[in-house]
């Protein structure tokens, strides 16, 4: 079965960097697209970013563009969101989501990402 | 951005009724449309895409319909279990956008 793992969330100051993973399995990894979509406490959900099965293709939502990067790595079955210069409305529940084309079809459970001073 | 609006916020039920929940596009985004559900401290759960195709292994009192700009998900006789947020997006333009969300409580 489809299994998403997200990690490296945590409490980091305002202007600070953090780097989310996601650690895939039970399905070939390589083979699809991937997104980062986010959810602040009590809010709505928002794609932040997406990337194509060989990293050709990437996109990002205007607020994330300039600070995040993300990337994959296929051999290790890995999804990775690099965050700098985070700021207080950065602060969300991560979720890693497997793109069933462009839809998400598997989510992970999320990290918590909180950016406070 | 397209920007994706649902109503109502908020619809009470009562268990083994009917619920229908809507889901407007600022413009077309033909039938590219899906609905996820969310409970409380869970991940979303992937419903509906194409605006009307049932994921796999989803019931079948879930339907979608719509296309354009204008979409439902009904929940023909709601079940305990069904009591959720439920969201609605699209990926016809990036961003993909989600509406804000449609409560489904017990009435």
């Known amino acids: 079965q489809v299994h998403l793992v997200e990690s490296g969330g945590g409490l980091v100051k305002p202007g600070g960097s953090l780097r989310l993973s996601c650690a895939a399995s039970g399905f070939t990894f390589s083979d699809h697209y991937m997104s980062w979509i986010r959810q602040a406490p009590g809010k709505g959900l928002e794609c932040i970013s997406y990337i194509s099965s060989s990293a050709n293709t990437i996109y990002y939502t205007d607020s994330v563009k300039g600070r995040f990067t993300i990337s994959r790595d296929n051999a290790r079955n890995s999804l990775y969101l690099q965050m700098n210069s985070l700021r207080a409305e950065d602060t969300a529940v991560y979720y890693c989501?497997?793109?069933?084309?462009?839809?998400?079809?598997?989510w992970g459970q999320g990290t918590l990402v909180t950016v406070s001073s | 951005e397209i920007v994706m609006t649902q109503s109502p916020a908020t619809l009470s039920v009562s268990p083994g009724e009917r619920a229908t929940l809507s889901c407007r596009a600022s413009q077309s985004v033909s039938s590219n449309l899906a609905w996820y559900q969310q409970k409380p401290g869970q991940a979303p759960r992937f419903l509906i895409y194409g605006a009307s195709t049932r994921a796999t292994g989803i019931p079948a009192r879930f339907s979608g319909s719509g296309s354009g700009t204008e979409f439902t998900l009904t929940i023909s006789s709601l079940q305990s279990e069904d009591f959720a947020d439920y969201y609605c997006?699209?990926?016809?333009?990036?961003?993909?956008?989600f509406g804000q969300g449609t409560k489904v409580e017990i009435k």
């Open positions: 989501a497997r793109n069933y084309g462009n839809p998400v079809d598997y």
């Open positions: 997006q699209q990926y016809h333009n990036w961003p993909w956008t």
